[in-house]
């Protein structure tokens, strides 16, 4: 890819020289910044230098003035203001843009996508991590973290901003000291760069940083940048989400939802396209992006109720149908227009510089990568995923071609008749070591941090897959698994049409595993780092084990082994009720004969773990705090009606059938001394009153009135009622 150079810019650039670039009107922020940058590392054989620019009339201006003067080939453009934390930064950049060369830009955050407003913090969509002080304390700041080195974005935040490519700042249009970052972001990308947000582990920098500035300067660069860019522009009769300069779309061409629909530069949409959005369910970011410099052909139909992208320099053949749904049929009381469609969380992704053979349909959940060939007549189902610079053909479409980077040769991954492989065929996915099945209720908040940690996890994306089922939540939990799905292949959100209840949900999404072992886990605890690869250790190494449990109560790291439900239920304990210390081999699962039995309960976890040591008594139990919970206490349930009546009926239920009545009794007895009467001290110590301890006497009296001990268990239940109730 050519690099761009304009009059009077440096063209004869040292790769091994790292310029840091800032614009200073605050002499003692500036000092305190400088000083930061002594403790940065630098990489062998590099030099470093800094230039200073005062008294800049705006920060493109100053930006482009010192980029001019600079011969450095990698320019740091820093406010005054931020300080570098990451002492391993000029290598960490150096080694990322040398590993990708269409990367011309990054940034400490960013936007996946910019909204209609052009301001990059309403996206819903943001990565990147941040230490800053915008709210008047300072703080951490994390939004998604990207799956591989860096996330290509539509925008990055202008604390800080580095290029290994010059290209002139827009101090013709930006003035001042608002929108130049968004606009150099368009002109990167507008030249066939990417802008990317990279991953740290840790943030990169602090930002003591002022509230956002929404002065009338900043609203006229605002304006200036959607009109110069193209943002909310007409085309005809249509308003769209973003029309590029030297779009050329044919008069016959259908658009439905226009305001949803964001086309790049210089894209082409040729004679009877249809481009729609049928439900009309705009939103403030596009949900059919189409990249600069793409090409759909004739008669080609894109439909999209959640979201399509489409990269730059896409080709996309005559007769091509891409949807992320599809309509659904499974109530025959209804003709299936009338049912709606299959799902409204799918999302599509054709990555930068693929070609699109004609007459192939895309349907559903597919992310396509960078560089690929989808054959003619290809069927594309909900589900696929083909990597980078892949050649897939078939219906329904599979890899048959990869570009092998170590050979730099396109390697057959099937064998064709008469002929020798050059690589063993893999005609199905890769099965994951572990299915992280999380059903959800109205816990946006709790499950955003749950899958922050999940996905900050050093493990392999191979080794796992998370299936997140969303139970009707009132709360923001789609639009959460929207922005999570767009990132992460792996990962896959179910939404009921209607609240089941928490034991129908779980079974619902257990359902959906296709992993050698199902984990459960709730929404609600989230993953301590290192966590995921000492827990899948864990897994291989006991994978003859139809159950293993999780102790997080314990740090040992000890693993112990046994077998039988009696064994299991005098270790595990009322313990087993933790839904996300259970993982189950997904063979036996699949064996239970009436997995909806207890479904009612509140515990079909309970329910599903001895019903699998029925099939398979081998288990083992891991001591390690592994993970960490929110703390939150849901409720809307009886806590009594649960942990007594609900637990006691189903260790009953296995009772003569793998459980013994001793070790039931010796159970029963156990809960209420260390379990049940602490828990009801705490109720109504903390008034909990969305466990309904006002029912719990009652229920606990009735369950233990004809025990032996039952006259202690009352002298304890008489002291607390005094104690909290004054009885």
Same mark, same amino acid.
């Given at each position: 890819?050519?690099?761009?150079?304009?009059?009077?810019?440096?063209?004869?650039?040292?790769?091994?020289?790292?310029?840091?670039?800032?614009?200073?009107?605050?002499?003692?922020?500036?000092?305190?910044?400088?000083?930061?940058?002594?403790?940065?590392?630098?990489?062998?054989?590099?030099?470093?230098?800094?230039?200073?620019?005062?008294?800049?009339?705006?920060? !493109?201006?100053?930006?482009?003035?010192?980029?001019?003067?600079?011969?450095?080939?990698?320019?740091?453009?820093?406010?005054?203001?931020?300080?570098?934390?990451?002492?391993?930064?000029?290598?960490?950049?150096?080694?990322?843009?040398?590993?990708?060369?269409?990367?011309?830009?990054?940034?400490?955050?960013?936007?996946?996508?910019?909204?209609?407003?052009?301001?990059?913090?309403?996206?819903?969509?943001?990565?990147?991590?941040?230490?800053?002080?915008?709210?008047?304390?300072?703080?951490?700041?994390?939004?998604?973290?990207?799956?591989?080195?860096?996330? !290509?974005?539509?925008?990055?935040?202008?604390?800080?901003?580095?290029?290994?490519?010059?290209?002139?700042?827009?101090?013709?249009?930006?003035?001042?000291?608002?929108?130049?970052?968004? &606009?150099?972001?368009?002109?990167?990308?507008?030249?066939?760069?990417?802008?990317?947000?990279?991953?740290?582990?840790?943030?990169?920098?602090?930002?003591?940083?002022?509230? $956002?500035?929404?002065?009338?300067?900043?609203?006229?660069?605002?304006?200036?940048?959607?009109?110069?860019?193209?943002?909310?522009?007409?085309?005809?009769?249509?308003?769209?989400?973003?029309?590029?300069?030297?779009?050329?779309?044919?008069?016959?061409?259908?658009?439905?939802?226009?305001?949803?629909?964001?086309?790049?530069?210089?894209?082409?949409?040729?004679?009877?396209?249809?481009?729609?959005?049928?439900?009309?369910?705009?939103?403030?970011?596009?949900?059919?992006?189409?990249?600069?410099?793409?090409?759909?052909?004739?008669?080609?139909?894109?439909?999209?109720?959640?979201?399509?992208?489409?990269?730059?320099?896409?080709?996309?053949?005559?007769?091509?149908?891409? &949807?992320?749904?599809?309509?659904?049929?499974?109530?025959?009381?209804?003709?299936?227009?009338?049912?709606?469609?299959?799902?409204?969380?799918?999302?599509?992704?054709?990555?930068?510089?693929?070609?699109?053979?004609?007459?192939?349909? +895309?349907?559903?959940?597919?992310?396509?990568?960078?560089?690929?060939?989808?054959?003619?007549? &290809?069927?594309?189902?909900?589900?696929?995923? +083909?990597?980078?610079?892949?050649?897939?053909?078939?219906?329904?479409?599979?890899?048959?071609?990869?570009?092998?980077?170590?050979?730099?040769?396109?390697?057959?991954?099937?064998?064709?008749?008469?002929?020798?492989?050059?690589?063993?065929?893999?005609?199905?996915?890769?099965?994951?070591?572990?299915?992280?099945?999380?059903?959800?209720?109205?816990?946006?908040?709790?499950?955003?941090?749950?899958?922050?940690? +999940?996905?900050?996890?050093?493990?392999?994306?191979?080794?796992?897959?998370?299936?997140?089922?969303?139970?009707?939540?009132?709360?923001?939990?789609?639009?959460?698994?929207?922005?999570?799905?767009?990132?992460?292949?792996?990962?896959?959100?179910?939404?009921?049409?209607?609240?089941?209840?928490?034991?129908?949900?779980?079974?619902?999404?257990?359902?959906?595993?296709?992993?050698?072992?199902?984990?459960?886990?709730?929404?609600?605890?989230?993953?301590?780092?290192?966590?995921?690869? !000492?827990?899948?250790?864990?897994?291989?190494?006991?994978?003859?084990?139809?159950?293993?449990?999780?102790?997080?109560? &314990?740090?040992?790291?000890?693993?112990?082994?046994?077998?039988?439900?009696?064994?299991?239920?005098?270790?595990?304990?009322?313990?087993?009720?933790?839904?996300?210390?259970?993982?189950?081999?997904?063979?036996?699962?699949?064996?239970?004969? !009436?997995?909806?039995?207890?479904?009612?309960?509140?515990?079909?976890?309970?329910? $599903?773990?001895?019903?699998?040591?029925?099939?398979?008594?081998?288990?083992?139990?891991?001591?390690?705090?592994?993970?960490?919970?929110?703390?939150?206490?849901?409720?809307?349930?009886?806590?009594?009606?649960?942990?007594?009546?609900?637990? $006691?009926?189903?260790?009953?239920?296995?009772?003569?059938?793998?459980?013994?009545?001793?070790?039931?009794?010796?159970?029963?007895?156990?809960?209420?001394?260390?379990?049940? $009467?602490?828990?009801?001290?705490?109720?109504?110590?903390?008034?909990?009153?969305?466990?309904?301890?006002?029912?719990?006497?009652?229920?606990?009296?009735?369950?233990?009135?004809?025990?032996?001990?039952?006259?202690?268990?009352?002298?304890?239940?008489?002291?607390?009622?005094?104690?909290?109730?004054?009885?």
């Amino acid at each position: 890819m050519a690099q761009r150079i304009k009059e009077g810019m440096t063209s004869d650039m040292d790769d091994r020289k790292i310029c840091f670039i800032m614009c200073v009107n605050n002499e003692e922020l500036a000092e305190r910044s400088q000083q930061s940058l002594k403790q940065l590392i630098k990489p062998d054989g590099f030099t470093v230098d800094l230039q200073i620019v005062r008294n800049a009339s705006g920060l !493109a201006a100053g930006y482009d003035q010192a980029m001019r003067q600079s011969d450095a080939k990698y320019k740091v453009y820093l406010h005054q203001d931020v300080h570098i934390l990451n002492p391993q930064f000029l290598g960490d950049l150096v080694r990322l843009f040398s590993d990708y060369p269409s990367l011309g830009m990054i940034g400490a955050v960013g936007a996946k996508m910019l909204p209609s407003s052009g301001i990059w913090q309403a996206a819903s969509q943001k990565y990147g991590k941040v230490i800053d002080s915008h709210t008047g304390a300072t703080q951490s700041t994390e939004f998604m973290q990207p799956d591989g080195d860096y996330e !290509a974005v539509e925008t990055i935040g202008g604390l800080l901003m580095v290029t290994q490519y010059d290209l002139p700042w827009r101090r013709d249009l930006f003035t001042g000291w608002h929108f130049y970052d968004a &606009s150099h972001c368009q002109e990167f990308i507008s030249s066939g760069y990417e802008v990317g947000v990279p991953k740290q582990h840790l943030p990169w920098c602090l930002h003591d940083s002022d509230t $956002l500035d929404q002065t009338d300067a900043y609203e006229d660069a605002r304006r200036i940048f959607l009109e110069y860019y193209g943002y909310g522009k007409n085309h005809g009769q249509h308003r769209l989400h973003r029309l590029g300069s030297g779009c050329n779309i044919h008069p016959t061409c259908e658009l439905s939802g226009a305001a949803g629909i964001a086309l790049g530069n210089e894209v082409k949409l040729q004679a009877d396209c249809s481009i729609a959005l049928p439900y009309n369910n705009i939103v403030s970011e596009p949900r059919i992006q189409i990249g600069s410099g793409s090409d759909i052909g004739r008669r080609c139909s894109l439909s999209a109720v959640n979201r399509i992208v489409i990269g730059s320099q896409v080709a996309i053949s005559t007769d091509v149908h891409i &949807s992320d749904h599809n309509l659904a049929y499974e109530n025959i009381h209804l003709p299936i227009m009338k049912q709606g469609v299959d799902s409204w969380s799918h999302t599509i992704t054709i990555g930068a510089g693929s070609w699109i053979g004609a007459n192939t349909v +895309i349907a559903g959940e597919v992310s396509i990568g960078k560089g690929c060939v989808i054959g003619a007549g &290809s069927v594309v189902v909900s589900g696929t995923v +083909i990597p980078d610079y892949c050649v897939a053909a078939g219906m329904p479409a599979r890899v048959i071609k990869q570009y092998d980077p170590g050979s730099r040769k396109w390697l057959r991954t099937v064998v064709s008749p008469g002929t020798e492989a050059d690589r063993p065929a893999d005609e199905t996915p890769v099965q994951p070591l572990m299915s992280i099945c999380i059903p959800v209720y109205n816990c946006g908040q709790e499950l955003e941090l749950c899958l922050k940690s +999940i996905y900050s996890q050093n493990a392999r994306a191979d080794d796992f897959e998370v299936i997140v089922s969303d139970d009707a939540s009132t709360d923001h939990t789609e639009e959460l698994m929207r922005g999570y799905q767009e990132n992460y292949s792996n990962l896959r959100y179910y939404r009921n049409e209607q609240h089941v209840g928490a034991d129908g949900n779980t079974l619902k999404c257990a359902g959906y595993a296709r992993g050698e072992f199902i984990k459960l886990h709730s929404g609600e605890d989230y993953w301590l780092q290192g966590s995921m690869d !000492a827990l899948c250790n864990q897994i291989e190494q006991n994978r003859d084990c139809s159950l293993l449990f999780l102790d997080i109560l &314990s740090n040992s790291g000890v693993v112990n082994r046994g077998s039988g439900i009696s064994n299991y239920v005098e270790q595990v304990s009322i313990y087993s009720t933790f839904l996300s210390g259970i993982i189950m081999r997904r063979k036996e699962f699949e064996q239970i004969a !009436a997995p909806e039995l207890f479904i009612h309960s509140n515990l079909i976890q309970v329910y $599903l773990e001895l019903s699998i040591l029925e099939i398979n008594p081998d288990y083992c139990v891991y001591h390690r705090k592994l993970l960490a919970s929110s703390d939150k206490v849901a409720g809307g349930y009886s806590f009594a009606q649960t942990f007594i009546n609900s637990y $006691l009926d189903i260790l009953n239920h296995f009772l003569y059938t793998g459980l013994d009545a001793a070790v039931l009794a010796a159970e029963k007895k156990q809960i209420a001394h260390t379990f049940l $009467l602490w828990w009801y001290n705490y109720m109504l110590e903390k008034n909990l009153e969305q466990l309904q301890p006002g029912d719990f006497a009652q229920i606990f009296v009735a369950a233990y009135q004809d025990e032996s001990y039952y006259p202690d268990l009352h002298e304890r239940l008489h002291r607390i009622q005094a104690k909290h109730l004054k009885i």
